[in-house]
């Protein structure tokens, strides 16, 4: 006598319910991109309309990319006009041979950008964990975030939420051709984690001693 076969109702019903699941935290994710793109967000696309704050924070990306090139190249642009004092990179320095900050920073150098201007965060290894520091461990109060305009809405919403007082600055110097859909796909996802984050209050791995932008004044 041959085995009984599985029913194929119970296949069913489990395909389903995982096809629930995904869509539910499709929809979820959904929902916090959607309510952080809808709020006010101060941002800006002509440098001279940007108002003074006392420092600008820079957000890596992947070392040699356009995106990367034209955030450094709006913050000097920012300098240049003496709309800040500081710059702020921060970035992921999670290995020893690859390093964000220090390629931003050597960016700017070239730019005609002070050394003495520019401090670097090598632990922002995340949108929150950059905010969270600059507020808790380089006393950042005001500030300009430099990114693109797709990443800014995330960025202010976080900024917020941690108390600090931002403007963006949209570093979109060119078209991103076909990886612009993987940025935008990418906010999606990050939108749920930044809700996360502000939900649980969490710290970011590495913390630290504080150190202040300036040496005779606080930010």
């Given amino acids: 006598m041959s085995k009984p076969k599985a029913p194929v109702k119970k296949k069913h019903s489990y395909r389903n319910a995982i096809l629930i699941i995904v869509f539910l935290l499709v929809f979820v994710a959904g929902l916090g991109y959607i309510n952080i793109r809808n709020q006010a967000h101060p941002i800006y696309r002509n440098i001279c309309d940007v108002p003074e704050m006392p420092v600008a924070i820079v957000f890596g990306a992947g070392i040699g990319t356009p995106v990367l090139s034209d955030r450094v190249k709006t913050a000097v642009s920012l300098h240049r006009n003496g709309k800040v004092r500081k710059i702020l990179m921060t970035g992921d320095n999670a290995h020893a041979n690859y390093d964000e900050p220090e390629a931003m920073k050597s960016l700017a150098i070239a ?85 996360i984050d502000i939900l649980t209050q969490r710290k970011p791995k590495f913390l630290g001693k504080k150190e202040s932008l300036f040496v005779a004044d606080k930010v």
Avoid: M
């Fill in 111 to 195: 730019a005609g950008i002070p050394a003495q201007d520019i401090i670097c965060d090598y632990a922002g290894f995340r949108t929150y964990d950059s905010l969270y520091r600059a507020r808790n461990i380089f006393d950042v109060q005001k500030a300009i975030l430099v990114t693109q305009e797709f990443h800014l809405p995330r960025a202010i919403f976080i900024a917020k939420q941690l108390g600090l007082s931002v403007v963006g600055v949209d570093a979109g110097l060119r078209s991103y051709g076909i990886e612009q859909y993987w940025y935008n796909l990418r906010e999606i996802i990050a939108s749920e984690y930044a809700w």
